[in-house]
């Protein structure tokens, strides 16, 4: 839509009391919501938004408006509004010029917004209903359905334009079993960046099933011990302790305001030779995927640490404006009402050599995580908490009975420097990330790992 706007006069009236950059995002999204609750759907709800932002970055500070109104003339005054904010002795160069940069193909075929409600309905019903057969003992199942179709487009003062297509899809699906006065859920989302052929591929009873069987088996499971052992961490465990306890602390904002444990450590080994993290928005249709982030920068795959040693940080244009650096494409929002902020996009330890299977023979004692749950992480000094969904224990190098109640604390930095075993399979787990008030879709992920010695809190007596 932008591409018709007088871009050179909103910019050179955004910055003419000065400043070093200023951009435009214009966004129009559509989100179907469908919930299933109480053997019932409870909502099935259509919205639609659509609006600006004008940014002008000036004394290495971010300005930002907005609006919901998008003709020409309401964006003028909205950059006559943010002019008056700036005071900047600096004076940006105004490109001229705008060409529009090549769409980059994210592979939807099938767009949610072409698929009639009652398909989504269909999916939704599947799922309540396979969830429900698992077992009598489950008393309450929530199936979520949600798609959102984004139209972007994002012209900045130095003469970039850009327009981009997002399509997330997700189904949810969250059940509680109970038996007698003890109550356990089970918790399993799937989605991404993709369209309703996703469930061509994924049978949304067998996401139910999960859940369920999940639900189910913590009942019966005996409570975890505590104390320090050996954990391994399953590639389906998904990576969210990469995630929470590592990738927040590399990202630029808080790395180099010296609020990260991984503060002024670049160069320095601060992982076992084992660990590669890597953020790579480039995956095709995984959650955290973009063709351009939401400065216009294209996606890339950033090299955070290699084989232990920290390569860098993840930045947006404001921080590599301020630290001389360059935007790694994850200047990120939730929508037109946010300025961007740094944020991961994939996020993951890379494969290593091992077979995940010989990992747990040659582990005689421990537990064996399937699946994280929530936590806490303090950013900067890398201590995390964080609770186990899904755990065994591990006796004589096998898998043995299920426990429940489990947490692991510790430190991130001293637990990536401290993991011995390495898989060669890789689990990606999906979610929505929070910061500052914004949330944007993630994928995260790894492989198997050992963790020769980590807290385990249980509530097993001894």
Known sequence: MIVNYPLEKIFRTVLKNGGLFADLYYESSRTNSIVCDDDKIEKAVTGTDAGVGLRAIANFKTFYAYGNRSSERDVLMLAERLADAVADNSRATIAVDYSLEP?????????????????????????????????????????????????????????????????????????????????????????????????????????????????????????????????????????????????????????????????????????????????????????????????????????????????????DRLYAMRFNGVSTGNGRRQSYKHHPIVRMSNTFIAPGQEDPATIIRNTPEGLLVKKMGGGQVNTVNG????????????????????????????????????????????GFGIGTCGKDGQGVPVADAQPTLRIPEIVVGGTARK
């Open 103 to 315: 769409r980059v193909n994210l592979g939807v075929r099938l767009s949610p917004d072409h698929i009639e409600t009652a398909r989504k309905v269909a999916v939704v019903r599947e799922a309540n209903a396979a969830a429900r057969r698992v077992d009598p003992r489950i008393r309450q199942v929530k199936v979520v359905y949600s798609d959102t179709s984004k139209e972007l487009s994002i012209a900045n003062s130095e003469g970039l334009l850009i327009q981009e297509d997002r399509n997330y899809t997700l189904l949810a699906v969250q059940v509680v079993a109970a038996e007698k006065d003890l109550i356990q859920t089970g918790y399993e989302p799937v989605g991404g960046l993709v369209g309703f052929e996703f469930f061509d591929e994924v049978d949304p009873a067998r996401v139910a099933e999960a859940a369920a069987r999940r639900a189910v088996q913590a009942l019966e499971a005996r409570e975890a011990p505590s104390g320090v052992m050996p954990v391994i961490l399953s590639s389906e465990a998904g990576g969210t302790m990469i995630h929470e306890a590592v990738g927040h602390g590399l990202e630029a904002d808080l790395a180099l305001e010296g609020l990260s444990v991984y503060s002024n450590q670049i160069g320095q080994t601060v992982a076992s030779p084992l660990i590669t993290v890597v953020d790579d928005a480039t995956i095709f249709q995984k959650r955290g995927s973009y063709g351009y982030d939401d400065e216009g920068i294209p996606a890339h795959r950033t090299v955070l640490v290699e084989s232990g040693v920290l390569r860098g940080y993840l930045c």
């Open 383 to 426: 201590d995390f908490v964080f609770e186990v969904s899904e755990g065994y224990l591990i006796r004589n190098g096998e898998v043995g009975d299920p426990v429940r109640g489990a947490m692991l604390a510790g430190n991130g930095p001293q637990v990536l420097k401290s993991i011995d075993r390495v898989g060669n399979d890789l």
